[in-house]
């Protein structure tokens, strides 16, 4: 009974002692981080207030600092904020435009079709009767000129001396200048005679395209060297056809054996080498005390200017359709008014006279003209 109880006391007193073991361990290491803890109190007590001081003006400074940074970046945010949605505004804004003139393009294009379709379905129903001629070359070889060969050219007129075959409608008359010989004319007048050979529309410089041939003489030639000086040039083809002499000597007198079928203008000629209808007479020059020459005063007469490019206006005498003259007329005027279809602001043709007389000068069966 005795052992019972013994074992029975061992056996509590062993958790017991347990606890308190325990406890105690426990006790201990509480009181070592509380001595810790005292420890890092007392070095903060060590410290002295003036230290804490600035630590805490510093705090301050950097709290305010980044309150500023932080007002910066919000106006900063906002002011980029309204810059984005201006542009926004801006885009939707072009976007409108352009749309708008997308669509006025679109517009204007179906309107040049239109106006391209109808321009065609004019053309295609008033086809124009006039046609502009077709351009003719220079013939090469010169002989074949149609000009009968004279031993003088004594009587020369534009019809036997000068080859139109040079000169078509749509060459556009062109004009070769020989190089003026500056030692032997004023130096005013080589001047202006190289102004207008590299100014005018109508030079060239292909003398064998060229319609007429111009050459400059002077004073400083005496006949005999003239023609002389005329025999070499280049291209005076053994008669001087098409070539223009522009002598502007006062006393040199170019004669007709000189200058062969050359066109001749100077201020003087001889009655018996001067050909009327072919040569041409210039004015005098004007005089030192001149300071310009008297035509430049005078009113423009060139170019001529018409309100019509072909008109006509009068009546058949007779109107009978018998004869064979009469039916042709018919035809011609047939054709004439159809022509004119159209054309109203160009071509003027009036076949009855309003006020119409008979004239007993006009043939029956001829035309008289109105007014």
């Given at each position: 009974?005795?052992?019972?109880l013994?074992?029975?006391?061992?056996?509590?007193?062993?958790?017991?002692?347990?606890?308190y073991?325990?406890?105690?361990?426990?006790?201990n290491?509480?009181s070592?981080?509380d001595?810790?803890?005292r420890?890092?109190?007392?070095?903060?007590?060590?410290?002295e207030?003036?230290?804490?001081?600035?630590?805490?003006?510093?705090?301050?400074r950097i709290?305010t600092?980044?309150?500023t940074?932080?007002?910066?970046?919000e106006?900063?945010?906002q002011?980029?904020?309204?810059?984005i949605?201006g542009?926004v505004?801006?885009?939707?804004?072009?976007?409108?435009?352009?749309?708008q003139?997308?669509l006025?393009?679109?517009?204007i294009?179906?309107?040049?079709?239109?106006a391209a379709?109808a321009?065609?379905?004019?053309?295609?129903?008033?086809?124009?009767?006039?046609?502009?001629?077709?351009?003719l070359?220079?013939?090469?070889d010169?002989?074949?000129?149609?000009?009968?060969?004279q031993s003088?050219a004594?009587?020369?007129?534009?019809?036997?001396?000068f080859?139109y075959?040079r000169?078509?409608?749509?060459?556009?008359f062109p004009i070769?200048?020989?190089p003026?010989?500056d030692?032997?004319l004023?130096p005013?007048?080589?001047?202006?005679v190289?102004e207008?050979?590299?100014?005018?529309?109508?030079?060239?410089?292909d003398?064998?395209?060229?319609?007429i041939?111009?050459?400059?003489?002077g004073?400083?030639l005496?006949?005999d060297?003239?023609c002389?000086?005329?025999?070499?040039?280049?291209h005076?083809?053994g008669?001087g056809?098409?070539?223009?002499?522009?002598?502007?000597?006062?006393s040199a007198?170019?004669?007709?054996?000189?200058t062969?079928?050359?066109?001749?203008?100077?201020?003087?000629?001889?009655?018996?080498?001067f050909?009327r209808?072919?040569?041409?007479?210039l004015?005098?020059?004007?005089?030192?005390g001149?300071?310009?020459?008297?035509w430049?005063?005078?009113?423009?007469?060139?170019?001529a200017r018409?309100?019509y490019l072909?008109s006509?206006e009068?009546?058949?005498?007779g109107?009978?359709?018998?004869?064979l003259?009469?039916?042709?007329?018919n035809v011609v005027?047939g054709?004439?008014?159809?022509m004119?279809a159209g054309?109203?602001s160009q071509?003027?043709f009036?076949?009855?006279?309003?006020?119409?007389?008979e004239d007993?000068a006009?043939?029956?069966?001829?035309?008289?003209?109105?007014?």
């Amino acid at each position: 009974m005795s052992m019972l109880l013994g074992l029975l006391l061992l056996v509590l007193s062993v958790p017991l002692f347990i606890n308190y073991y325990i406890f105690g361990y426990l006790g201990n290491a509480d009181s070592s981080e509380d001595i810790h803890k005292r420890i890092q109190l007392d070095d903060i007590h060590v410290l002295e207030v003036k230290d804490l001081k600035l630590r805490i003006e510093e705090f301050l400074r950097i709290k305010t600092s980044v309150s500023t940074e932080l007002r910066d970046l919000e106006r900063r945010r906002q002011e980029l904020q309204a810059e984005i949605s201006g542009l926004v505004q801006s885009v939707e804004d072009s976007k409108r435009k352009y749309t708008q003139n997308r669509l006025q393009l679109d517009r204007i294009e179906l309107s040049l079709k239109q106006a391209a379709y109808a321009q065609a379905e004019l053309e295609q129903r008033n086809v124009p009767l006039l046609r502009p001629p077709l351009a003719l070359s220079v013939a090469a070889d010169d002989a074949l000129s149609g000009l009968q060969a004279q031993s003088r050219a004594h009587g020369c007129r534009m019809h036997s001396c000068f080859d139109y075959s040079r000169c078509s409608l749509t060459s556009g008359f062109p004009i070769f200048f020989y190089p003026p010989d500056d030692s032997r004319l004023d130096p005013n007048v080589g001047a202006s005679v190289g102004e207008i050979s590299s100014t005018n529309i109508h030079v060239t410089f292909d003398p064998s395209a060229a319609c007429i041939h111009v050459v400059v003489i002077g004073g400083g030639l005496g006949a005999d060297a003239a023609c002389d000086y005329l025999r070499r040039l280049p291209h005076w083809n053994g008669d001087g056809r098409n070539h223009v002499i522009l002598n502007l000597g006062k006393s040199a007198e170019l004669r007709e054996t000189d200058t062969q079928r050359a066109l001749v203008a100077q201020i003087n000629f001889a009655a018996a080498d001067f050909r009327r209808g072919f040569d041409l007479v210039l004015p005098p020059p004007p005089l030192d005390g001149e300071a310009e020459p008297p035509w430049s005063t005078t009113a423009l007469v060139t170019p001529a200017r018409r309100k019509y490019l072909i008109s006509f206006e009068g009546q058949l005498r007779g109107g009978s359709n018998v004869t064979l003259a009469a039916r042709e007329n018919n035809v011609v005027v047939g054709a004439l008014r159809k022509m004119s279809a159209g054309y109203e602001s160009q071509l003027r043709f009036v076949f009855v006279c309003a006020h119409a007389e008979e004239d007993s000068a006009t043939p029956s069966d001829d035309w008289s003209l109105c007014g």
